[in-house]
């Protein structure tokens, strides 16, 4: 059964009152050294989220017909906010992890955020596949996007120690 337009909408607030309630956290805190990684993975995974996005997007591969922001093709929600939000989150949580760690525990993140994106593409119509786009392919770039920002936030961390 597909959603009406007015709950859609009513999902797009619930999910960007989640993330603001899960970035204000993030930002109550003094700033200090890795507060500025934090806000380095969520700029960069920003970047990288809409870039991709973007691309995505102007190919015909996902479209997204209900947006709170009209003026954008993209879905400035889970670009700007939620996705960099749980990069974040996940690079918090694997900080300190081995490589096994860190490949085991981006799924704790990619594999939700796939579900709960094909629920969405299957009951409502906040997100559209197609020209052979599916849940397997928003998996794979979920999770290799996760692991992108984490090995690029590494190479930081690696010249920010050895430069001091």
Request: hydrophobic share 50%; charged share 20%; aromatic share 16%.
């Amino acid at each position: 059964m597909k959603l009406k337009r007015k709950s859609e909408i009513n999902i797009l607030r619930s999910l960007f009152a989640f993330g603001i309630i899960f970035f204000i956290p993030l930002m109550r805190k003094k700033p200090t050294k890795e507060m500025n990684e934090w806000l380095i993975v969520f700029f960069i995974k920003s970047y990288i989220s809409s870039y991709l996005d973007i691309i995505v997007n102007k190919k015909g591969f996902v479209k997204y017909p209900v947006n709170l922001f009209k003026i954008f093709d993209t879905s400035v929600l889970f670009d700007y906010l939620l996705f960099p939000l749980a990069c974040v989150y996940y690079n918090q949580l694997t900080k300190n992890s081995t490589l096994k760690g860190i490949l085991t525990k981006v799924l704790f993140f990619s594999v939700p955020i796939a579900f709960v994106e094909d629920i969405l593409v299957k009951n409502t119509k906040l997100i559209k596949y197609k020209k052979g786009w599916n849940s397997i392919i928003s998996f794979i770039s979920l999770t290799l996007t996760f692991l992108v920002v984490r090995a690029l936030i590494s190479v930081i961390r690696y010249f920010n120690k050895n430069s001091n």
